[in-house]
């Protein structure tokens, strides 16, 4: 059992009192003043401080809990001498490695200094980076980077390459197995976008940090376009249309003290469990807004985060990607205390379509739960997968295909509570009792069918008048949209009040604590990507 409240708040509240201090201090033209006044700040961390940006060690000072951080490797000095490099060292070499803590428990971390080099990265740098990586995939614990780096260390040519290479390389065989948490706080171009985009999530920094392959001169000099740094790979963007961002943070500040409680979410590593979290939320709290909080109308929208929140420990989800394929909801919550993964169809954008982005969203976002032994909760709202020519070109069944895919492999507990409507293929994908789910509920307003009524009804009697087409579809509506044809051949397990979700399922993750499922030994599956 971890407490959230671990980390003082004043830390992070003193810290924004001083970057706020000293940005006004600069835009007043006092900033002789200011150092005065504080002769401890160097002037590396007044011209930090005014652009409201942190040193790398006070963002790994923020981010740890208090004087539990360890530097390794602190006297590394890279050992090139192009370029007139060699008499330019420094011990560290501008990238910071070691070991902290978050709420009592271990990680490993590294911290650029955009200071030094822009950051760039030596060989020195890499071979620091993968002997903490190394340790941390022996002893079982997260490894986060906060990234502030202008990429590759030109003066060192293929050696810098080599150690991005070799930085890759862990990525990759340490991903399901430890945690990887990618914070962009500054630049991050070229090669090095690629080891954020291995690891599991990547926040970034609104307005301070970009991520980019080619940077906009680049843009500029292929394809004549004048772009600027935040337009090609700001934070919004990749939040809103790239999907590469997990989530957006105000501020440095902000962005550490969220990684901290994003933290109290996951596992050490994949064979333990999440941790459990004190709280005085019980499993009986009335949660009789549920009863009311789906339309009658059912083309009319409502917002799934209102089935979600009070289903939940209170104020306990936190969303991920909440700005990506909004059709989509994904993010952590708690059930008295225990993580488990929440994916729901959100009717109030697209009705709930699922379409590629959702697909590529939720899927990932299952298979991370499932690495790291953390329960599924699904809420299904579905009219199916999103129509159109372009969904079809683009590859709308390859991408939809993945989240089938990743639903039907997962072997943790999974919990799916159908709220309104489940039609067609969507119904399969999201969790189906056929796909191995533990427990399927559905709510009385729930509609479980092929189609919807209209649409089935004007294919099965195409030739009948309207009056009887009429006919046909409350027909219809009565016997197929609603649970209890499914129910009747256990395809859910009950029909259930809303107000009544929260016990249930809480009992449910008692029940399946100690679930054991084992899919066919193979090197790997060939998921279609």
């Given amino acids: 059992t971890v407490s959230v409240l671990y980390c003082p708040t004043s830390r992070f509240e003193i810290m924004m009192r001083r970057l706020c201090t000293v940005a006004t201090a600069f835009r007043t033209q006092a900033a002789t003043a200011t150092t005065a006044a504080a002769p401890q700040w160097t002037e590396d961390e007044v011209k930090r401080h005014s652009q409201e940006r942190l040193t790398a060690m006070e963002r790994v000072g923020l981010l740890c809990d208090p004087d539990s951080f360890r530097e390794r490797d602190a006297l590394v000095e890279h050992n090139c001498s192009y370029f007139g490099l060699g008499s330019k060292k420094r011990a560290g070499d501008g990238w910071i490695t070691g070991v902290g803590k978050i709420h009592g428990r271990p990680v490993y971390l590294f911290s650029h200094d955009a200071l030094w080099f822009s950051g760039s990265l030596s060989q020195a740098n890499a071979s620091k980076v993968c002997k903490m990586m190394d340790e941390a995939a022996k002893v079982g614990a997260p490894v986060i980077g906060l990234n502030d780096s202008g990429g590759a260390r030109i003066q060192e040519g293929v050696d810098s390459l080599a150690g991005y290479s070799d930085i890759f390389l862990r990525n990759t065989i340490f991903s399901g197995v430890v945690p990887q948490i990618s914070v962009i706080m500054g630049s991050c171009a070229g090669g090095a976008v690629y080891s954020p985009a291995i690891t599991d999530f990547t926040f970034m920094v609104d307005q301070t940090s970009h991520m980019f392959v080619t940077g906009p001169d680049v843009v500029h000099a292929v394809g004549g376009k004048l772009v600027s740094k935040e337009e090609l790979g700001g934070a919004n963007i990749h939040a809103t249309k790239s999907g590469v961002s997990a989530g957006t943070f105000a501020n440095e500040v902000v962005a550490m003290s969220q990684l901290r409680r994003f933290m109290s979410y996951l596992p050490q590593n994949n064979r333990e469990k999440a941790p459990v979290v004190e709280t005085a939320d019980t499993r009986d709290r009335p949660c009789t807004g549920l009863a009311t909080v789906v339309p009658p109308e059912s083309t009319e929208g409502y917002d799934i985060r209102d089935v979600i929140g009070p289903i939940v420990d209170l104020n306990s989800f936190f969303e991920v990607q909440p700005k990506y394929a909004k059709n989509m909801v994904t993010g952590f919550g708690r059930l008295e205390g225990r993580t488990v993964a929440i994916i729901a169809n959100q009717p109030r954008y697209n009705a709930g379509a699922i379409d590629i982005d959702a697909s590529v969203k939720a899927a990932r976002f299952v298979r991370f739960a499932d690495a790291f032994n953390i329960p599924i909760l699904t809420f299904v709202d579905v009219p199916g997968f999103q129509p159109g020519i372009h969904e079809e070109y683009n590859g709308i069944i390859r991408h939809g295909a993945k989240l089938l895919y990743a639903y039907a492999e997962a072997t943790v507990p999974k919990m799916t509570i ?54 046909h579809t409350k027909e219809y509506e009565n016997e197929f949209c609603s649970p209890k044809s499914a129910a009747r051949k256990g395809y859910v397990d009950a029909v259930i009040n809303p107000v009544d979700t929260r016990r249930l399922l809480c009992e449910d993750l008692d029940r399946l604590e100690n679930k054991t499922l084992a899919n066919p030994w193979r090197k790997h599956g060939n998921i279609p990507l």
Avoid: F
């Fill in 418 to 471: 159908i709220t309104r409507k489940a039609y067609g293929g969507a119904y399969c994908v999201m969790s189906s009792k056929h796909l191995r789910g533990d427990i399927n509920y559905a709510w009385p307003t729930a509609e479980i069918a092929v189609m919807g009524a209209g649409g089935a009804c004007k294919l099965l009697y195409r030739k009948d008048t309207p009056e009887q087409l009429a006919q």
